[in-house]
């Protein structure tokens, strides 16, 4: 059975830019769940998406911002691109709505550079 | 903010050896979660330890939970170079209600030397 999988690996841009990360759950999985690992900041719950709707977000301002689709993929966005938004950022998946009551299982990240 | 603090933040051991990494968290919690990072990619899911549990075991992984303390440990037996990672703790908040949150320490890198 495959894993969640990310898309792409890495992503480089220039500050001001938009980027856009894309994420596929484990099949059966109807939760996605986004995190960033900054270098020294540890890693920090971005956003919670279940069923299409937004569950929760992080502390991070609007211009992060995503969507899940009908075949639960989902999609980040973060708009207006700053120098320390580069970072890993990890997608992870759980059956329908546990949230974190059950195990969260993660993709490879994608490793976003802004230059 | 980190909810929980690994300990040490690192370790170097044989092979062959058993490395114990500690956990500790400051507010109550319905579970906690054992992950492994190999060199700054994905996460691996190692165990996951609900609050009314004390011990879990998973191949040569033992994790234990104590609530009163606050605290788990991740005990890995048998170490191999293939385990050298970075092992972090993640929990829940219990009264936060299901808020899909995990709250992730700062990690424990660990190093076997073959």
């Known amino acids: 059975e495959a894993g969640v999988t990310q898309s792409p690996t890495h992503l480089i841009k220039t500050r001001g830019q938009q980027a856009t990360l894309r994420c596929s759950p484990i099949s059966g999985h109807t939760s996605v769940y986004w995190y960033q690992q900054a270098l020294g900041l540890g890693l920090q719950f971005l956003l919670w998406?279940?069923?299409?709707?937004?569950?929760n977000r992080g502390n991070f301002p609007p211009r992060f911002s995503g969507r899940q689709f009908p075949n639960y993929s989902s999609e980040l966005n973060v708009n207006a691109l700053e120098l320390e938004d580069s970072a890993l950022y990890l997608c992870?998946?759980?059956?329908?709505?546990?949230?974190?009551?059950?195990?969260?299982?993660f993709g490879p990240g994608t490793r976003l550079t802004v230059t | 903010s980190q909810q929980g603090e690994e300990d040490p933040q690192a370790l170097s051991i044989q092979e062959g050896e058993n490395a114990t990494m500690n956990c500790s968290y400051k507010?109550?919690?319905?579970?906690l979660q054992w992950y492994r990072q190999n060199s700054g990619r994905g996460l691996v899911h190692l165990i996951l330890i609900r609050s009314n549990e004390r011990e879990k075991h998973s191949g040569r992984l033992r994790v234990t939970l104590d609530t009163s303390k606050k605290s788990s440990s991740l005990l890995i037996t048998a170490s191999r170079a293939a385990d050298t990672a970075s092992y972090f703790c993640?929990?829940?908040?219990?009264?936060?209600?299901?808020?899909?949150?995990?709250?992730f320490g700062q990690g424990t890198t660990l190093q076997v030397k073959p």
């Open positions: 992870a998946s759980s059956l329908d709505g546990t949230g974190a009551d059950y195990e969260q299982y």
């Open positions: 993640a929990t829940d908040s219990f009264f936060s209600g299901n808020t899909g949150k995990l709250i």
């Open positions: 507010t109550s919690i319905n579970n």
């Open positions: 998406y279940d069923e299409g709707e937004e569950r």
